[in-house]
């Protein structure tokens, strides 16, 4: 598609300003069972458009990609933003258009693969499960391939082009014996499907759902508290990433607002925002509205140092922008890191196990996405945990719901910080050991 | 030409070889328009057309879907779709259904689109200021969405079917800040109707309601952490009800062994006050007269009296248990492929009164639905939880406190078996602004009962 014809005929139709977004997505997907049960295939063009008209902004999204179509969703959003109020914070769009360099964001071999080529990792990644013990079986799974380019141009530049793949897999493991269920899943993401390591999920998560078939209650209480990685980066990324958001700050919706300088976490802490690094899933030359990318440090030593900008929100404060506009094709940008890493320390588990006394090592939790950034209130059900004694793992325990403030638990009770990075997409961090915390159970 | 398209993409799919084929295709739009601290934030339109193909090859499911929807891109598709049923291993068949043809329309009176765009900026605007206006709100956010979806769909057994629906809303949130402390609370109606639903309604007072529950909650205390008895109302029943138990009951979760209710149909596995029922079409629900594989979606009663019934199934999982199809397989859009969903997921009324039930609890918690932002099981282990708006205490009989920061625990069938006491109110809501996630697809949801009265749950607090 002509993106300059789409731009050139926005302005024709009245725009100040206009800037087109264009995504090329393809996916390979197989669902699984304890079988293969179905593949699919899908392919998909969508289009962004937005437009300004005194300082009236308007996005229109389309997978209708026809001459009619574009023409349709063109005119649908001049007529918009023609009739709305203006923004008084609207600057302009950015016009530093430009791309940081990079590569090893894309493998080729991924962007092709086709569903028997992704056969292979999915039966590997069944077999393993019963490798981890023999009575456990997978129950619900996936293995995926997929590719996305995104195309930007605007009135003031362009084209832009970044191609990137990533493929994952997760299996839900699960035995039954004498009248008791133990459950486990696992998961990895790497960008290129070969990379995927099917074995050693499929083993973990057969082997972990055998130790908790004997999952007991936890009693209500104080609880010295040890998060595993993959824990830590889900809960991060509900409470921390909203928070950071200049957007959020500047619209009175974020506990940090105000506070940049401020010493917010444990010296410990420190979170940056990776924009360039391609091993940091999520990184990207450009952002989505056509700005170079950086690496952001927003906690140095538990200090704050910035929150994350995008053209607007830049403007806004009369700065630059930090490069961390992302949008769908059918929304505004939004400022959002690309991949948010909490820097891992230099303890291994097994020695956060070892220094703890009476607590409990979580390794799966659900709802933890019900937390309240706005407030920091930390809320997560545990699906999966143990207790530790005396520095060592006594039993495997569930249902209790961990309670506590994310800015208390991340200033004054984490004690130390575990050397083993999780690096999922868009974020990554290691497992943390936390002081005395409430957990409410039975 | 939508038709004429899935017609022949049909066509080709039996060419190929195809023992069954299925095509859906899709004429999607979605309107949202967000007023962020009485400043016009975005106004977007995102419109969706496509196809995708399900193909049976040799006992093998394969799926592909496209929107580029020229000759070639749809034989393209078709073929893909069969590629794709080489890499699946299981042979299985379809569950049998009464293969049907009809036009489903939801009901509205005046079109969304008739509506100038200037008329619904300015609405949002004026409604925005109004949660804006109550003392000690620092922020305030107010959304209107608008979805008019049209889904076909045709298959070789004889299917075709169409139905056309609007779905409109209203969402806002407001925070409140007093003495360095923040606290958000959202709420939201939407209705399956036209805009008449929008201009039968005070919006204003709507959002000022929100913005006076975030002041009230931003002082309130966290409830007592552990074990109590709770009063859920409508709203978090339904949420209680989708999440804790509605999952467990989806066939293909039963089928593959993750759920918790496998082999146990016939038992009594809630208390008998409670009956649950699944259905298409519903005053307050969502709109699905038919699902994603051509099947008529009537009311399935999935629990009658404590006993389980009836599980919820797609043709796949219909066969893999051997149980009849209900219609509840459901897909986000044409490029996914339908997985068995839940449509209206809700409890039918009892005969209690509220004020009944509050004396019967004397100490323990009302759960409010408003303001909660929803909830998460895991079926195999079989525990749930999910977040309830500002709450009260209930104590010596009598609704108490506000508390804030509610989230909710518990064992799914212990806490169905927990249930003491059922309302003689209903109600049934739905939501133009999320749905219910499940394998990375959305799909629009309602749910919803009377108000119930629970032995027990975990209460996450302070």
């Known amino acids: 598609m002509d993106l300059e014809k789409v731009v050139k005929r926005a302005i024709e139709l009245g725009a100040s300003e206009v800037d087109v977004y264009l995504t090329k997505t393809s996916e390979t997907l197989l669902t699984l ?35 009619e179509g574009i023409e349709k969703s063109l005119k649908s959003a001049i007529s918009i933003a023609k009739v709305s109020s203006p923004d008084p914070n609207w600057v302009s769009m950015n016009k530093r258009i430009m791309e940081t360099k990079m590569s090893n964001l894309f493998d080729k071999d991924t962007a092709y693969a086709t569903p028997e080529d992704l056969k292979q990792v999915a039966m590997e990644l069944l077999d393993s499960v019963s490798e981890g013990y023999r009575n456990a079986k997978p129950v619900r799974g996936a293995v995926t391939a997929r590719s996305v380019e995104i195309n930007y141009m605007s009135c003031y530049g362009g084209p832009l082009t970044r191609a990137e793949t990533v493929s994952g897999l997760y299996i839900y493991a699960r035995v039954d ?77 974020s506990p940090l607002s105000g506070r940049v300088g401020e010493e917010i976490f444990s010296q410990h802490v420190n979170i940056i925002d990776l924009g360039t690094s391609p091993e940091a899933l999520g990184s990207k030359p450009f952002d989505d509205e056509g700005h170079p990318t950086k690496d952001t440090v927003v906690f140095e030593r538990g200090v704050l140092k910035t929150y994350l900008y995008d053209t607007y929100t830049a403007l806004r404060e009369g700065r630059e922008s930090t490069g961390n506009a992302l949008r769908t094709f059918s929304s505004a940008p939004v400022p959002q890191p690309h991949h948010l890493r909490l820097m891992p320390g230099k303890a291994r588990l097994d020695e956060l196990i070892g220094e703890t006394r009476e607590g409990v090592l979580v390794m799966d939790t659900i709802g933890e996405w019900l937390s309240n950034p706005v407030s920091g209130h930390l809320n997560a059900t545990i699906t999966h945990a143990y207790l530790i004694r005396e520095g060592e793992l006594v039993k495997p325990v569930k249902g209790a719901v961990i309670t506590s403030n994310i800015y208390e638990l991340l200033k004054h009770r984490v004690e130390t910080i575990g050397e083993d990075l999780r690096i999922e997409y868009g974020i990554s961090a290691p497992s943390l050991k936390f002081g005395k915390v409430r957990i409410a159970g039975t | 030409m939508l038709r004429d398209i899935a017609l022949r993409a049909l066509k080709t799919a039996e060419v190929l070889g195809a023992s069954y084929a299925e095509v859906r295709t899709q004429l999607f739009s979605y309107e949202l328009v967000t007023v962020d601290n009485m400043v016009l934030r975005e106004f977007s339109k995102t419109y969706r057309v496509g196809l995708g193909v399900r193909v049976l090859y040799n006992g093998c499911l394969g799926f592909s879907s496209t929107n580029d929807l020229s000759d070639d891109s749809v034989r393209e598709t078709v073929s893909r779709a069969i590629v794709a049923a080489r890499a699946s291993k299981k042979t299985e068949s379809l569950g049998v259904r009464e293969p049907s043809r009809g036009r489903y329309v939801s009901s509205w009176k005046i079109k969304p689109e008739d509506v100038s765009d200037e008329a619904k900026t300015e609405l949002m605007i004026r ?157 307050g629900g969502y709109y699905v007269p038919f699902d994603d594989e051509g099947s008529l979606k009537k009311k399935t009663v999935v629990v009658e009296r404590g006993i389980l019934k009836s599980f919820l199934t797609n043709r796949e999982s219909a066969a893999r248990l051997n149980l009849p199809v209900t219609g509840n397989g459901r897909a986000q859009d044409f490029t996914h492929m339908p997985i068995v969903r839940q449509t209206n997921f809700y409890m039918m009324p009892g005969d209690w009164g509220l004020e009944e039930m509050i004396k019967e609890v004397r100490e323990g918690l009302y759960l409010v639905g408003k303001g909660s932002s929803g909830g998460q099981v895991d079926t195999g282990a079989g525990t749930f939880t999910f977040s309830a708006g500002p709450s009260r205490l209930i104590r010596n009989g009598e609704l108490g406190e506000l508390v804030r920061g509610v989230v909710v625990s518990g064992s799914i069938l212990e806490t169905l078996r927990g249930v003491e006491a059922v309302g003689k109110d209903l109600r049934i809501i739905t939501s133009a602004f999320g749905g219910c996630g499940k394998d990375s697809q959305m799909v629009r949801v309602g749910d919803g009962g009377p108000h119930i009265l629970i032995k027990e749950l975990i209460v996450g607090g302070g």
């Not at chain 2, 956010?141 to 769909?153: A, N």
């Not at chain 2, 009063?231 to 009800?241: H, K, R, S």
Request: charge should be negative; aromatic fraction near 6%; hydrophobic fraction near 40%.
């Open chain 2, 127 to 283: 409604v925005n200021k109004a949660g804006l206006s109550v003392d000690g709100i620092k922020s305030s956010v107010s959304r209107l969405g608008i979805q008019h979806d049209w889904r076909y769909v045709v298959s070789s057994d004889g299917a075709e079917l169409e139905y056309e629906s609007y779905l409109i809303g209203v969402a806002h949130l407001s925070v409140a800040v007093e003495s360095g402390s923040m606290e958000r609370v959202s709420n939201q109606e939407s209705s399956v109707s036209g805009w008449e639903f929008i201009e039968g309604r005070d919006w204003e007072e709507f959002t000022r309601s929100v913005s006076k529950l975030a002041k009230e909650a931003v002082k309130a205390p966290l409830p007592p952490a552990g074990k109590t008895r709770v009063i859920a109302d409508p709203e978090m029943v339904g949420l209680i009800l989708h999440e804790a138990f509605g999952h467990a009951t989806e066939g293909d979760l039963v089928a593959s062994g993750t759920s918790i209710l496998k082999n146990r149909l016939g038992e009594e596995i809630a208390s008998q006050l409670v009956t649950i029922v699944d259905e298409g079409v519903v005053e």
């Open chain 1, 33 to 67: 069972s304890n079988v293969i049960d179905a593949s699919k295939y899908t392919k998909l063009f969508s289009l962004g458009i937005r437009v300004v008209v005194n300082k009236s902004v308007a996005v229109v999204g389309t997978q209708d990609l026809s001459h």
């Open chain 1, 177 to 253: 014996e004498g009248g008791k269920t133990g459950t486990f899943s696992e998961h990895d993401i790497q960008r290129s499907y070969k990379k995927l390591r099917a074995r050693d999920v499929g083993y973990e998560a057969g082997s972990r759902a055998r130790e908790f078939l004997e999952a007991g209650e936890l009693p209500n209480g104080m609880y010295e508290l040890i998060l595993l990685n993959r824990v830590t980066t889900s809960i991060l990324s509900v409470m921390i990433t909203p928070a950071i958001s200049a957007l959020n700050v500047q619209q009175g919706r």
